[in-house]
């Protein structure tokens, strides 16, 4: 099983909104609205920020969405902050012989 | 409060053993599906093992599929992941993830280090 493809690097200003992709195939991220995203500081453990697709669980600012076409997902951070700044994975269910597989990780940089 | 506490990370050489430990609080840990996710140093996330609430059911992922067993005590709260044969490219943090919605509760992770 593959990793999904996510560009390395996104940046912007504060207060700009950002987007970021996640392509896989009709097998995982086409298939299923199993996608995941998750929010990473330096030296720190993942943060679920997204859940199928587009559910945002308690307590994660309404900033950021999701959303999905075909076999492509995506994250977009409004309002964009200091604080975004971090590494982001995408993750999605796969109907492979494993269950899970992550994005490759893109790393947010707020200008 | 909900959380997990990996343990038994460590320096290992190469064809080594190691056990890794995950203690759950907070929650009903039997009614959970339990993950190890890894990530190399300066490397992304990548997904390990899976394992069923009840143990009944288990993946790995062809990296490390016939050198690492999961397993869980739910009497004990924990989850465990023995590693064996261990390699150069096994060395990363190890995080335990449950699973509700998606990967909702991540440990600290656990830093295991494979070299001689």
């Known amino acids: 099983q593959s990793a999904l493809t996510q560009p390395a690097s996104v940046s912007g200003s504060p207060g700009q909104s950002i987007t970021i992709s996640c392509t896989g195939t009709?097998?995982?991220?086409?298939?299923?609205?199993?996608v995941s995203w998750y929010q990473q500081h330096p030296g720190k453990a993942p943060k679920l920020m997204i859940y199928?697709?587009?559910k945002r669980p308690s307590g994660v600012s309404n900033r950021f969405s999701g959303s999905k076409s075909g076999n492509t997902a995506s994250l977009t951070i409004s309002g964009l902050q200091a604080e975004d700044e971090a590494d982001y994975y995408c993750?999605?269910?796969?109907?492979?012989?494993?269950?899970?597989?992550f994005g490759t990780g893109t790393k947010v940089t707020v200008l | 409060e909900v959380q997990l506490v990996e343990s038994g990370g460590g320096l290992v050489q190469p064809g080594g053993s190691l056990r890794l430990s995950c203690a759950a609080s907070g929650f009903t840990f039997s009614s959970y599906e339990m993950n190890w996710v890894r990530q190399a140093p300066g490397k992304g996330l990548e997904w390990v093992s899976y394992?069923?609430?009840?143990?009944?059911?288990?993946y790995y992922a062809d990296s490390v599929k016939g050198r690492f067993t999961i397993s869980r005590d739910n009497a004990k709260n924990s989850l465990y992941l023995q590693m064996n044969s261990l390699r150069a490219e096994d060395t990363a943090v190890y995080y335990c993830?449950?699973?509700?919605?998606?990967?909702?509760?991540w440990g600290q992770g656990t830093m295991v280090t494979v070299s001689s």
């Open positions: 199928d697709v587009s």
């Open positions: 993750s999605s269910y796969t109907s492979s012989s494993t269950p899970y597989v």
């Open positions: 993830a449950r699973v509700f919605m998606a990967f909702d509760i």
């Open positions: 394992i069923s609430s009840s143990g009944s059911t288990i």
């Open positions: 009709s097998s995982d991220v086409g298939g299923y609205n199993y």
